[in-house]
């Protein structure tokens, strides 16, 4: 039997429409931290789908990670709708689950990185096409400035991004490699301090630090492994 490779793209196929529903309904900080907890699913569900023994090293360490993020990117005016809660959290178990799932399936010997990424996303989009057409409609008014935009997000933040992290995932472990999405609200918010001006506060450095030193312990093994 052959293996589709777009077979798989339903995982991501949710990913995608949860995380906007999160960011439209909550602030932007609240959806990036409910995202952050991927790594501590993905920790949960290598036990159940890789029969991986539960590293408490590493659990311990996504959840330090994910209290980090939450400092820097939670602010005072914080709102929590429920229905983005919702939609955020079960974002990141369907992130969780594409991630142990990719890991648990593997890459078929026919498709590079590249066309593992692309089928998947092609996959995905097939699912959300008729869902799209139906609420929202073709989007009215697409001019230079928001093709641009498309292309960027379609070719370099997703379709790039999504092959360089699925040969992430063939080559590694997969509950650390889950630990190197932290980096994503880290990214946004170091983005956010160059580009448009915005100053990290003293609460902000020590989350980012503390993110920071989440992501580098979590890729070490634990200390009796080592012994």
């Known amino acids: 039997m052959v293996e589709v490779p777009g077979a798989?793209?339903?995982?991501?196929?949710?990913?995608?429409?949860?995380?906007?529903?999160?960011?439209?309904?909550?602030?932007?900080?609240?959806?990036?931290?409910?995202?952050?907890?991927?790594?501590?699913i993905v920790a949960f569900l290598a036990v159940a789908f890789l029969r991986e023994r539960l590293s408490t090293w590493r659990l311990f360490w996504g959840l330090v990670g994910l209290a980090g993020i939450g400092m820097v990117v939670l602010g005072p005016a914080a709102a929590l709708n429920p229905l983005g809660v919702l939609a955020g959290l079960a974002g990141a178990v369907s992130m969780g689950a594409g991630v142990v799932l990719t890991k648990k399936w593997g890459r078929p010997d026919y498709a590079s990185a590249l066309g593992l990424a692309g089928w998947q996303l092609t996959g995905a989009g097939m699912m959300l096409l008729v869902p799209a057409l139906l609420i929202d409609g073709i989007p009215?008014?697409?001019?230079a400035p928001a093709v641009a935009g498309y292309v960027w997000l379609?070719?370099?933040?997703?379709?790039?991004?999504?092959?360089?992290?699925?040969a992430g995932i063939r080559q590694l472990p997969v509950t650390p490699t889950a630990l190197l999405g932290l980096l994503s609200?880290?990214?946004?918010?170091?983005?956010?301090a160059i580009i448009a001006g915005e100053a990290l506060t003293l609460v902000q450095m020590v989350g980012f630090l503390t993110a920071l030193t989440a992501l580098a312990a979590g890729q070490l093994p634990s200390p009796a492994r080592r012994r």
């Open 8 to 40: 798989r793209g339903a995982e991501y196929g949710r990913v995608f429409p949860l995380l906007f529903i999160s960011a439209q309904l909550l602030p932007g900080g609240v959806a990036a931290t409910l995202n952050s907890m991927h790594p501590v």
């Open 140 to 143: 009215p008014g697409i001019d």
């Open 154 to 166: 379609g070719v370099v933040g997703t379709l790039a991004a999504y092959t360089v992290w699925f």
């Open 185 to 192: 609200p880290l990214t946004a918010a170091v983005l956010g």
